[in-house]
Nanobody
Framework: QVQLVESGGGLVQPGGSLRLSCAAS????????MGWYRQAPGKEREWVIS???????MYADSVKGRFTISRDNAKNTVYLQMNSLKSEDTAVYYC???????????????WGRGTQVTVSS
């Protein structure tokens, strides 16, 4: 069974940094695009940042210049480096990946359970 597990969330002061990780495990044939979404209290889940299997990156305007995404294909892991954090970055961050498991001829979207990021003094 394929699953995504996030780690690295926590409490940080405004202007600080955090690094989130998301590891995919299970019987994985291939992984396509990977990315991060977030959901703040009382708001809908929103896309934040993505990286393709060819390492092309895409950023929401709200995080451009502050957040960086990278991936380690050997470890089936994607990372989110968050710098210059603001209070409005407070949210639950969810990992998302397009994965083709062994035994299937198509890929499916998988989600992690989320990790809380709180930016507060």
């Amino acid at each position: 069974q394929v699953q995504l597990v996030e780690s690295g969330g926590g409490l940080v002061q405004p202007g600080g940094s955090l690094r989130l990780s998301c590891a995919a495990s299970g019987r994985i044939f291939s992984i396509g695009a990977m990315g991060w979404y977030r959901q703040a209290p009382g708001k809908e889940r929103e896309w934040v940042i993505s990286i393709t299997s060819g390492n092309t990156t895409m950023y929401a305007d709200s995080v451009k210049g502050r957040f960086t995404i990278s991936r380690d294909n050997a470890k089936n892991t994607v990372y989110l480096q968050m710098n210059s954090l603001k209070s409005e970055d407070t949210a639950v961050y969810y990992c998302n990946a397009n994965i083709r498991p062994y035994g299937l001829t198509y890929s499916t979207q998988y989600w992690g359970r989320g990790t809380q990021v709180t930016v507060s003094s």
